[in-house]
Nanobody, 127 residues
């Protein structure tokens, strides 16, 4: 079992920055890959970024490349998403998720690959 709790969301003006955190507990943190997804009202949940167990592989949605950065601290059991140059279209509930496949380098952009999800944190970007 993995429990995930997101924090760091809030309101920010366009062009601003936010840093999301996802605190994990339960299963050993370094034993699973992690991802960030988001869901805007009336839209499907979409992939944002992912990171492998060993942090050597990351993947980003085209819409956030160059603006967002995903990282993890295996000593603190925490996943991060640094979001810069925020745009109104980034407004959504952001979720972290855990993928427990054993491969050290695996990451996935498919929400169906993830086994555990947090409750989400709201990010609102005003123009």
């Amino acid at each position: 079992q993995v429990q995930l709790v997101e924090s760091g969301g809030g309101w920010v003006q366009a062009g601003g920055s936010l840093r999301l955190s996802c605190a994990a507990s339960g299963r050993t943190f370094s034993s699973y890959a992690l991802g960030w997804f988001r869901q805007a009202p009336g839209k499907e949940r979409e992939f944002v970024a992912s990171i492998s167990r060993n942090s050597l592989r990351t993947n980003y949605a085209d819409s956030v490349k160059g603006r967002f950065a995903v990282s993890r601290d295996n000593a603190k059991d925490t996943l991060y998403l640094q979001m810069n140059s925020l745009k109104p279209e980034d407004t959504a509930v952001y979720y972290c998720a855990a993928d427990v496949r054993p491969d050290l380098y695996v990451t996935s952009s498919s929400r169906f690959a993830y086994d555990y999800w947090g409750q989400g944190t709201q990010v609102t970007v005003s123009s």
